[in-house]
């Protein structure tokens, strides 16, 4: 079933065209990735499929029963609706299992704690995750979504892959996070010089696919490069006369020149490394010394008791739920933040380089040039010439970070801190940086969601447990949660009937369990077969049609806190059955 059709879409500004004479459609169950070099216009051809912005020319025709929800980047707030209102402000006609699958969201997106604050007061990361459960919720055929994974912890990140996977929702998202892409999607799409490339595939499939198309341009290349040399031969020796004729070589020229520096930049773009042209600033010594630091805000812990000697060459990631504590722990490095308790001591020879987690404004009157004045680096990290004297606050919010990071990285720092790093920057920049961080000398802690990066880059994790714990695990975070998952199945192993076997002689051992625990162990028999009882009780009022919209409600929060308890209980369960079989 064909949802949307676009014919000969075009949106350009001045004599720029962020979208040129494309064609494509969507149907079902299609989950399609569009990516892009910030600043290409995949933002701008969300706005064009959803009609916030004119186009230039050609048609975009939508389906007309089918119900899509947008999750997109900048939000007008209505400061006097509650959380809770705008979230459960649904119609009468609303299909029943919303309210159901709203809670779910709530629960899993950590919303419940400001439900019943205004919509102003929220910071835009809450914002951001409010947002999502809304339209998760909003029983879609249809998700376009605009990079859904940023202001998502770890946590909150793999839950919505596994939605994504689970739903049978057509999507149409910007994403970076190429976990994601591998596991979700099953289209991806590059934008690129206003054309799109369509790959059906996951990211790993795109990636061969890519390479190849790759190779086959480099060939057109030189072939270009020929011919550009052989008309640039003429031009230079073409007689005054004939005059007509000169005209047009004199124009064929300027369009082969105009083709070869378009696919000279794009090919220099794909295969850029970042590689700082100064001298490297070596560390000696004492590097980074943090003992037994305690940090409170009122009766919230952050840190409890932490110690950690920082060695050369180490590189640090970390992890947490969103508000435990990350960003605090960093400032405090820092010394933007003040301890409670302990000390923080930084060698002589480091010199930081802090890349902070903020909104970045340029002043209106700073070119590229002005803030990294050294060309050559500029076009390593992707700026090239024709853009260099561009202000820079009319940069993309991708381009300002890849600047703003460019602008700590010139200053050779040899212990980088950063803060997010990866948020709004494309595959080709997070490329580029992964390259240079490899092949860094010097430490580096890094607090990221982006779980690929965190894979390539970082040696191990401090992991934020909450209530001031962070514990220090040795591996990857793909090796962590593998651990993690590891533990979890043992201590749920399948419910599965007990088949008669051969009976084994009897053991002069004591049973496993306590009589205390055996007790335990037969209460929760009894809470499990009561609390699914009343599941099923609330699932049949749930269907029927006679039941009160705001007795919906109330089911939908009493569901979402009896399966959270449940989940508990049945944990317990299967620790105790596991010992006492």
């Known amino acids: 079933m064909q949802y949307l059709k676009v014919t000969n879409l075009t949106k350009s500004y001045t004599d720029k065209s962020l979208v040129d004479h494309v064609d494509f459609t969507i149907t079902k169950n299609q989950k399609i990735a569009l990516i892009a070099k910030n600043g290409a216009g995949k933002t701008t051809l969300l706005k064009l499929l959803m009609k916030e912005i004119d186009l230039t020319d050609g048609e975009i025709d939508w389906r007309e029963d ?6 997109w980047q900048e939000y007008k707030l209505d400061k006097h609706v509650t959380v809770r209102d705008f979230l459960f402000d649904f119609d009468t006609n609303a299909n029943r299992e919303q309210e159901v699958e709203l809670n ?8 419940k704690s400001y439900l019943g604050q205004t919509m102003d007061t929220l910071s835009w990361g809450e914002a951001k ?20 994974t940023n202001h998502l912890d770890l946590d909150m990140i793999e839950w919505l892959e596994r939605y994504l996977k689970k739903h049978h929702i057509t999507l149409f998202m910007v994403t970076h996070d190429r976990y ?24 790993s499939y795109f990636l061969e696919k890519k390479a190849i198309r790759e190779e086959n341009e480099k060939i057109e290349m030189h072939k270009l490069h020929q011919l550009f040399k052989k008309e640039l031969a003429w031009i230079r020796r073409a007689p005054q006369g004939r005059q007509t004729k000169a005209t047009f070589r004199e124009k064929r020229f300027s369009d082969i020149e105009e083709k070869f520096d378009t696919k000279r930049d ?44 920082c060695r050369h060459g180490e590189r640090i990631g970390i992890i ?22 302990g000390t923080i001591e930084a060698g002589e020879s480091v010199v930081f380089g802090y890349y902070e987690q903020k909104q970045i404004d340029f002043p209106t009157d700073k070119r590229l040039i002005d803030i990294v004045p050294d060309p050559k680096l500029l076009e390593k990290f992707l700026f090239f010439p024709k853009q260099q004297h561009q202000f820079a606050h009319s940069l993309s919010g991708g381009e300002k970070r890849r600047l703003y990071m460019l602008a700590i990285l010139q200053k050779n720092p040899n212990f980088l801190i950063m803060d997010e790093p990866t948020n709004d920057l494309d595959l080709i920049t997070l490329g580029v940086l992964e390259d240079f961080l490899s092949n860094y000398k010097g430490c580096l802690i890094v607090v990221s969601h982006d779980r690929f990066f965190m894979d390539k880059i970082v040696d191990h994790i401090f992991v934020f447990e909450g209530e001031g714990v962070i514990n220090d695990f040795r591996w990857t975070y793909s090796q962590y949660k593998s651990a993690q998952e590891e533990k979890l199945k043992k201590g749920k192993k399948e419910n599965k009937p007990l088949a008669k076997q051969v009976e084994a002689p009897l053991s002069d051992k004591p049973k496993k369990l ?3 625990e055996q007790r335990e162990l037969d209460q929760l028999s009894k809470d499990i077969q009561t609390l699914e009882k009343r599941k099923d009780e609330i699932q049949i009022l749930f269907n029927d049609p006679n039941c009160p919209f705001d007795d919906i409600k109330k089911l939908g929060i009493e569901l979402s806190t009896l399966i959270k308890h449940l989940e508990i209980k049945e944990g317990r369960w299967f620790e105790l059955i596991e010992r006492a079989w």
Request: glycine share 8%.
């Open 320 to 341: 947490g739920k969103n508000g435990v504590g990350k960003s605090t722990f960093i400032n405090m490095i820092m010394g933007q933040e003040t301890l409670d308790k």
């Open 180 to 203: 994601f892409l591998e596991r979700v999607c099953t289209d991806i799409w590059e934008l690129e010089r206003g054309k799109i490339h369509q790959y059906t595939g996951n990211y």
């Open 129 to 148: 995750r409010v947002m999502l459960a809304k339209v998760l919720a909003g029983n879609p055929s249809m998700l376009v979504l605009d990079e859904p």
């Open 266 to 309: 794009v090919r220099f773009s794909e295969s850029a490394k970042l590689e700082l042209g100064v001298e490297e600033r070596r560390l000696w010594g004492k590097i980074l010394h943090i003992k037994n630091i305690q940090k409170s805000f009122d009766t919230k812990k952050i840190v409890n008791d932490f110690s950690h000697e």
């Open 514 to 516: 306590s009589y205390m």
């Open 66 to 71: 089918i119900k899509i929800w947008y999750l």
């Open 104 to 111: 779910i969201s709530v629960d899993k997106l950590r919303i």
